[in-house]
């Protein structure tokens, strides 16, 4: 079988006076996709008392979904951990600069490139809670094993050459360790929630890019920070239940956001996830009809427009020459019960 450009998932995360001011100094006006960042020393501000810190594909390499961190009265609320080890160590020397610990933990979903780095902040910081849905314990017994012993076999056969044979073992020694990717709080319901003394909406989409993918929405800055629900330079469905997928995107279009940030890639602003969103319904549409993969691509390419910017254009090309044909055209090819009967 065919493997995604991904290679596979595990080849394939009480303070007084102004809070926290090494982000509160900093605080800017909203970047979003198109305009210029304000830098930190290690991270983006994207809004008041909020820090992206930006993943990536770096060739050759596993990738790093994006990491959130936002200053509240307990301490940081982190959102997603990314893979790497300099990734993880960005959020963690951040949060030492401050003065201020890491007060809670939450995963969008359990993909390594953004729940790996939980065991270096866990034992960093033992009191903080990680919150996440029910998936990742679905995952160690079923996606994940399966994963990790595939990874087995191709190390074991000399397949994989660095540096990526690094990042596989990294990811075996993560799955390995499977119960720093567990929530100590399941996520079971979307609604308001204080956490870490700061009041935000949690969201939970189930069976859309995994098995329970959770969003986070701040109403004090109206940053919406969505996971892999938005990915740049294009969808990446591994796991993914496309008819779900769509319906949670129309969730967050109802949001009275101002900025979202991508579990991958940039932040944009309303108007520009309602590109996003247009994109994603013509692309499932054209991989339900008899135009080739390629054709598909372009028309995403198209539609995202100043989304993706024209370096990643190859790399969004790759991801859906493979996900058009062995994804969305072969749905007994997805992980088991990633779609319920009904959305199949």
């Given at each position: ?54 993943g990536g594909f770096a060739a050759g390499h596993q990738p790093d979904g994006n990491s959130t961190m ?205 590109r996003y969103r247009r994109g994603f319904d013509r692309l499932l549409a054209c991989a339900a009809s ?28 790759s991801l859906l020459a493979y996900y058009v044909p062995n994804v969305l055209r072969a749905p007994a ?12």
């Open positions: 079988m065919q493997r995604s450009p991904r290679l596979l998932l595990t080849l394939a995360p009480a303070v007084t006076g102004a809070i926290f001011a090494l982000a509160l100094a900093l605080a800017a006006p909203v970047a979003v996709a198109g305009e210029a960042p304000t830098q930190t020393e290690d991270g983006v501000v994207v809004a008041r008392d909020t820090v992206l810190f930006r936002i200053a509240a009265p307990a301490g940081w609320i982190v959102f997603d951990t990314g893979r790497h080890r300099a990734h993880v160590r960005r959020l963690l020397d951040h949060a030492r600069a401050s003065g201020h610990p890491v007060a809670t933990i939450i995963n969008s979903h359990w993909h390594l490139d953004h729940a790996s780095g939980n065991r270096i902040l866990r034992d960093a910081f033992p009191e903080a809670p990680v919150l996440a849905s029910g998936g990742a314990e679905a995952a160690l017994a079923g996606f994940l094993a399966d994963s990790r012993r595939q990874s087995a076999s191709l190390v074991a056969q000399g397949r994989i050459a660095e540096p990526m044979l690094s990042d596989v073992r990294g990811d075996m020694a993560t799955i390995d360790d499977g119960a720093a990717l567990l929530p100590t709080e399941v996520v079971e319901r979307s609604g308001p929630r204080t956490i870490a003394g700061r009041a935000m909406h949690v969201g939970l989409a189930a069976h859309a890019v995994s098995e329970g993918d959770v969003w986070l929405f701040d109403p004090a800055t109206r940053v919406l920070l969505a996971g892999d629900l938005v990915t740049l330079p294009a969808p990446l469905f591994d796991t993914a239940c496309p008819q779900r997928w769509r319906e949670a995107l129309a969730t967050l279009d109802a949001m009275d956001f101002a900025v979202l940030v991508p579990g991958h890639g940039a932040p944009m602003d309303h108007a520009g996830f309602a008899d135009a080739d993969a390629d054709a598909c691509a372009r028309g995403w390419l198209d539609d995202a427009g100043a989304l993706v910017p024209r370096d990643e254009h190859a790399l969004a090309g090819a997805r992980p088991r019960n990633a779609c319920p009967a009904d959305a199949r």
